[in-house]
DNA sequence: ATCTCGATAGTCT
DNA sequence: GACTATCGAGATC
């Protein structure tokens, strides 16, 4: 997606970011996944990292947008953002769940024992969703599934590099067809409907 | 299906 | 020293 699109608005960007491709071009293979959930972080949010100002963490918040936001939390996790806001403002989208479109393999023996158990041959509908779900269905497994890290923090996601954002094949989803709930896993503005997902979509962290 | 809890280290007060 | 934009295991219903 070219530049302007990440300046049409935190809240529409995240509206607009569901059905696009995330690609990375890794060092051990090609990883693609299908945008199914996102949520919104505005600079006049408590629960943005950038609310109460600009630190060394948060730095690339404030930077020109399309840019990935990579932060690591809990000891242990990585979450995945694209920067939105004009520079100097410090707001992102998070990327929370992915429906998995290549890599699949990877992915598996990224994600460790478990995942790597499931079944890749797509039996049933039912165990494909099982397998994405376990994928990429939380922000922090998207990230391990696709090796993403603070080395990627700041990578333009414009251009077709390592790791970059494309168009929805058949565009954003109708706004009709979107669900806005609150954000998972915050303590503060948690009456915020910034969560965001297709109506029907079976590849979202969780309900 | 829903819950509670522990792991684990970087960041900020 | 407290908190964390999470995950997975184990308990419980």
């Given at each position: 997606m070219p530049?302007?699109?990440y300046r049409q608005g935190t809240l529409t960007v995240a509206r607009s970011l569901l059905d696009c491709i995330l690609v990375h071009d890794s060092p051990e293979g090609l990883l693609a996944g299908r945008i199914t959930e996102t949520?919104?972080?505005?600079?006049?949010?408590?629960?943005?990292?950038?609310?109460r100002g600009q630190t060394a963490r948060n730095a690339t918040m404030f930077g020109p947008p399309g840019h990935a936001y990579i932060y690591f939390t809990y000891g242990m996790h990585h979450c995945f953002n694209a920067v939105t806001a004009p520079e100097g403002r410090g707001e992102a989208v998070l990327i929370r769940a992915l429906e998995p479109l290549a890599g699949l393999e990877l992915m598996q023996?990224?994600?460790?024992p478990a995942a790597a158990a499931l079944s890749l041959s797509s039996d049933?509908?039912?165990a494909r969703i099982r397998l994405g779900?376990?994928?990429?269905g939380g922000p922090g497994k998207l990230c391990q599934a696709f090796g993403l890290?603070?080395?990627?923090?700041g990578t333009d996601l414009t251009e077709q590099g390592r790791l970059w954002i494309a168009a929805a094949p058949d565009?954003?989803?109708?706004a009709a067809a979107i669900v806005a709930t609150p954000r998972i896993g915050i303590a503060q503005g948690v009456e915020l409907p910034w969560r965001f997902y297709r109506r029907d979509e079976p590849y979202i962290s969780r309900k």
């Open positions: 530049r302007d699109f949520e919104a972080y505005t600079h006049d949010d408590p629960a943005c990292h950038a609310f023996r990224r994600r460790g049933s509908e039912a779900r376990a994928l990429c890290n603070r080395a990627l923090n565009g954003p989803p109708d």
